[in-house]
């Protein structure tokens, strides 16, 4: 185990549903990212939160909404999603904000949307 | 500005043989370059890294080859096992200025027994 845990492995869901990804870091990191990967573009940063607070936003659809309420847990809300949007949701976490500390991924959830 | 531009695609390597994965960047900035290894479902996993006050870097059979000149940096496996076949990514940071990892798109890499 990497130490950063994931759930649900896999989710299948239609474009109508609403669902959560959450993610869950036993590490003490104060620093967690969600990363989408697809065959078009393999890690495509989404969010990043640093001690809880959100510090970056890559221009994501209104459609995916993260929470961080505290530092060992992320969540990532789903709604009205497109079948583009299925792909491998990565957490990752780090010590600190920046790519230096190494980052610490999650196996991912498999989404699927219908 | 913040690319990372990596090569190949894809890589078929027979086993015992070398295995080289190349990356190039253009931030001047950036001080930190770490690769970054995946399995079938399984996050990309830290593998090896290198900061640019050196021009290479060994763990075991895995060497990252730094020329700060060209703006190039590179993964060699050596002694190659289909236990390394996995998706490889290189990725750089400018560390200094707490900014995110910016990768690579990645090299699925398969050892032929």
């Known amino acids: 185990e990497t130490g950063v845990t994931q759930t649900p492995r896999h989710l299948v869901m239609g474009m109508t549903n609403k669902k959560s990804l959450k993610c869950e870091q036993h590490l003490g990191h104060n620093a967690m990212y969600w990363y989408k990967q697809s065959a078009k573009k393999p890690l495509e940063l989404m969010f990043v939160?640093?001690?809880?607070?959100?510090?970056e936003n890559n221009s994501v659809p209104s459609r995916f909404s993260p929470e961080c309420p505290n530092s060992s847990h992320l969540f990532l809300h789903l709604h009205t999603l497109q079948p583009e949007d299925s792909a491998l949701y990565l957490c990752?976490?780090?010590?600190?904000?920046?790519?230096?500390?190494?980052?610490?991924f999650g196996s991912g959830t498999r989404l699927t949307v219908v | 500005q913040q690319q990372v531009k990596q090569s190949p695609q894809s890589l078929i390597v027979q086993k015992g043989g070398i295995s080289i994965i190349n990356c190039a960047y253009e931030?001047?900035?950036?001080?930190?370059f770490p690769w970054y290894q995946q399995f079938p479902g399984k996050g990309p996993a830290l593998l090896i890294a290198i900061r640019p006050d050196v021009s290479e870097k060994k763990e075991g059979r895995f060497t990252i080859s730094f020329n700060k000149s060209a703006k190039q940096f590179s993964l060699h496996i050596m002694d190659s096992q289909p236990g390394d076949s996995a998706t490889y990514f290189c990725?750089?940071?400018?560390?200094?200025?707490?900014?995110?990892?910016?990768f690579g798109g990645g090299t699925r890499l398969m050892v032929k027994p």
């Open positions: 931030n001047t900035a950036f001080d930190y």
């Open positions: 990752a976490s780090s010590q600190g904000r920046g790519g230096g500390y190494g980052y610490t």
């Open positions: 939160y640093s001690l809880e607070e959100r510090v």
């Open positions: 990725a750089a940071a400018n560390n200094n200025a707490g900014n995110m990892l910016t």
